[in-house]
């Protein structure tokens, strides 16, 4: 009796034992927010310096296997500004694309050098994207990324994603956790300044495992993430983007200062008259953009014409020598 006893117990250790090598294993990546061992960076994060200050969103289709659906159309490039759980998301749809600018160059630094927040409501369903860096705003390099998600069968429209199978992919946390980007991850190129990167590019992954519609990681796996999503809200959320390492020659708090003695008048405007601008630097120019990110005007003088602009909210960039600061107008 105590030998048979003896040998369960055994079978029960070695079970276990295996069980738990197979999980280890399992476990590559850096698990989810809230796990030990997670990277996972909190909106209120003390390390977090700035944010996006302009947006630029080119839409992706709902389905990129179905076109009569139309394309993504929840949200707009405002609600990428400032803070995450703060404005809303922009749905960038099967491929579409968001190009964020900052108020000072990202910097590569010790770790991770900037965030990506999407809207995951629980950290298991996953909308994931690639992220580029550029500073020149012509020229990006993709930030290595990997999946080592099963692709024998699809991630249906609504199951789970594990966290820990993914890495340097945008959307693996859930809302409210950034996911961390390190500039020393990109290969060393003489087309890009890491001291001066001023443009984030965020790509929406197309989940299929379809070869007509796949998207792959740096390793040239195919990434298998919860495909279709046929809805306005389709594809990667952006909610924000927060910079760690910045390369600023003045302080946030004379950015501050700056901002709070500039004044634009009349606003609202009508959209047959002119903005004027007062500040206490001197203005270099200004340029005018509409909520999906698209130029609609520009200066050199301190004053700018709305002149036949479709009523509602627009973005006034006001450059300086040495920054440039952001007000949202109304046009009516």
């Known amino acids: 009796m105590k030998k048979s006893k003896y040998r369960i117990s055994m079978f029960l250790y070695i079970l276990l ?7 280890l294993q399992s476990q590559v990546f850096a698990p989810p927010a809230g796990f030990a061992g997670t990277t996972a960076m909190h909106k209120d994060s003390s390390a977090f310096v700035n944010w996006v200050s302009t947006c630029k969103v080119i839409r992706g289709l709902q389905d990129i296997s179905n076109t009569s659906l139309g394309f993504a159309n929840v949200g707009d490039s405002s609600e990428v500004l400032g803070t995450p759980l703060s404005n809303g998301v922009v749905s960038l749809g099967d491929g579409g694309i968001a190009i964020c600018q900052f108020q000072f160059p990202i910097n590569d630094g010790d770790g991770p050098d900037f965030a990506v927040f999407e809207n995951s409501f629980d950290g298991l369903f996953l909308e994931l994207a690639f992220v580029e860096v ?8 993709r930030i290595p990324c990997h999946s080592l998600i099963d692709t024998s069968e699809q ?46 590019k965020i790509i929406d992954v197309v989940g ?33 983007i927060g910079v760690i390492h910045q390369n600023s020659i003045i302080g946030l708090n004379e950015v501050q200062k700056l901002e709070g003695a500039t004044t634009v008048f009349p606003n609202p405007v009508r959209n047959n008259q002119t903005l004027k601008v007062h500040s206490i630097e001197p203005i270099i120019s200004m340029q005018v953009y509409n909520l999906l990110g698209e130029k609609c005007n520009e200066t ?33």
Do not use: C
Not at 134 to 141: A, I, L, P, T
């Open 17 to 23: 034992s295996i069980l738990l090598h197979n999980q």
């Open 134 to 141: 550029s500073s020149d705003g012509v020229n990006y390099f």
């Open 155 to 200: 991630v249906a429209s609504f199951d789970s994603t594990d966290a820990t199978q993914i890495h340097n992919f945008a959307g693996k946390y859930q809302a409210g956790y950034g996911t961390p980007f390190d500039l020393n991850d990109v290969p060393n190129h003489a087309l890009l300044n890491k001291s001066k990167v001023s443009h984030v």
């Open 208 to 240: 299929s495992i379809n070869n007509l519609y796949a998207t792959r990681d740096s390793h040239n796996n195919k990434v298998n993430e919860p495909w279709p999503t046929p809805f306005g809200s389709s594809g990667f959320d952006l909610d924000a």
């Open 300 to 332: 050199n003088h301190s004053e700018i014409s709305v002149m036949n602009q479709t009523p509602g909210f627009y973005f006034l960039k006001i450059e300086f020598k040495n920054t440039f600061i952001i007000k949202k107008i109304e046009v009516y």
